[in-house]
Nanobody
Framework: QVQLVESGGGSVQSGGSLRLSCAAS????????MGWFRQAPGKGREFVAG????????LYANFVKGRFTISRDNAKNTVYLQMNSLTPEDTAVYYC???????????????WGQGTQVTVSS
């Protein structure tokens, strides 16, 4: 069992940056692949970025375009999402998730956090 708690969301202006954190409980964190997803009002949940258990494998959605960086610190049971050059289109609730593989499909992730709101104003 893994419990996930996101933090770091907030309101920024277009072009700004935020760093999201996802703290995990449980001693098996390092055995899980981790993903970040987001859901904007009226839209479905979409994949943002994923990272393998060791951090050696990363995967990004095309719309990230080098603006976001996912990383993890297994000693701290934490995964991060550094978001730069934010635009209003990035406004959404951001969720972290734990699964067995780095995939873009949300149904393949077993555990989810409660989400953190990111709002970008123009």
């Amino acid at each position: 069992q893994v419990q996930l708690v996101e933090s770091g969301g907030g309101s920024v202006q277009s072009g700004g940056s935020l760093r999201l954190s996802c703290a995990a409980s449980g001693r098996t964190f390092s055995s899980y692949a981790m993903g970040w997803f987001r859901q904007a009002p009226g839209k479905g949940r979409e994949f943002v970025a994923g990272i393998g258990w060791s951090g050696g494998v990363t995967l990004y959605a095309n719309f990230v375009k080098g603006r976001f960086t996912i990383s993890r610190d297994n000693a701290k049971n934490t995964v991060y999402l550094q978001m730069n050059s934010l635009t209003p289109e990035d406004t959404a609730v951001y969720y972290c998730a734990a699964g067995r593989r780095v995939v873009v499909t949300s149904s393949q992730y077993n555990y989810w956090g409660q989400g953190t709101q990111v709002t970008v104003s123009s």
